[in-house]
């Protein structure tokens, strides 16, 4: 494995927000209520902050393979995410011994301009 960088994107649209409220039973209207966004001067949806877990362990597992065990993952919210971005997971590994990895992780918006989710993991290899 490199210390280069890993990346992963992804487009959220409102169907991909639905699916994860109803997999999570998280209805609040900020995520699909129209009326209600409007009253507080929002255009779009805003995307579930939890999410962007779910896609750094996407990211992780297509990068270091079904084996790997995620074994640690931390992220703190820093901006939003509206339906129909493009959201970018990126990965830059910091430390490697045998049978474990450990990375620093970021998910951006904007085409890398919006820092919105600063990360790390570490994960068992086999």
């Given at each position: 494995?490199?210390?280069?960088d890993?990346?992963?994107?992804?487009?959220?649209?409102?169907p991909?927000?639905?699916?994860?409220?109803?997999?999570?039973?998280?209805?609040?209207?900020?995520?699909?209520?129209?009326?209600?966004?409007?009253?507080r001067?929002l255009e779009?949806?805003?995307?579930?902050?939890?999410v962007?877990?779910?896609?750094?362990?996407?990211?992780?597992r297509?990068?270091?393979?079904?084996?790997?065990?995620?074994?640690?993952?931390?992220?703190?919210f820093?901006?939003?995410?509206?339906?129909?971005e493009?959201?970018?997971?990126?990965?830059?590994v910091?430390?490697?011994?045998?049978?474990?990895?450990?990375?620093?992780?970021?998910?951006?918006?904007?085409?890398?301009?919006?820092?919105?989710?600063?990360?790390?993991?570490?994960?068992?290899?086999?």
């Amino acid at each position: 494995m490199s210390n280069g960088d890993l990346t992963r994107e992804w487009t959220i649209g409102l169907p991909d927000m639905i699916a994860y409220a109803g997999a999570t039973w998280d209805w609040h209207r900020l995520h699909y209520d129209t009326d209600y966004l409007r009253e507080r001067g929002l255009e779009k949806p805003v995307v579930d902050g939890q999410v962007f877990g779910a896609y750094l362990a996407i990211a992780l597992r297509e990068w270091f393979g079904p084996d790997a065990v995620i074994i640690g993952l931390s992220f703190r919210f820093k901006s939003l995410v509206f339906a129909g971005e493009t959201i970018r997971c990126v990965g830059t590994v910091t430390r490697e011994e045998p049978g474990r990895v450990e990375l620093d992780l970021r998910v951006e918006a904007g085409g890398g301009r919006i820092a919105v989710a600063p990360a790390s993991a570490t994960l068992t290899l086999p």
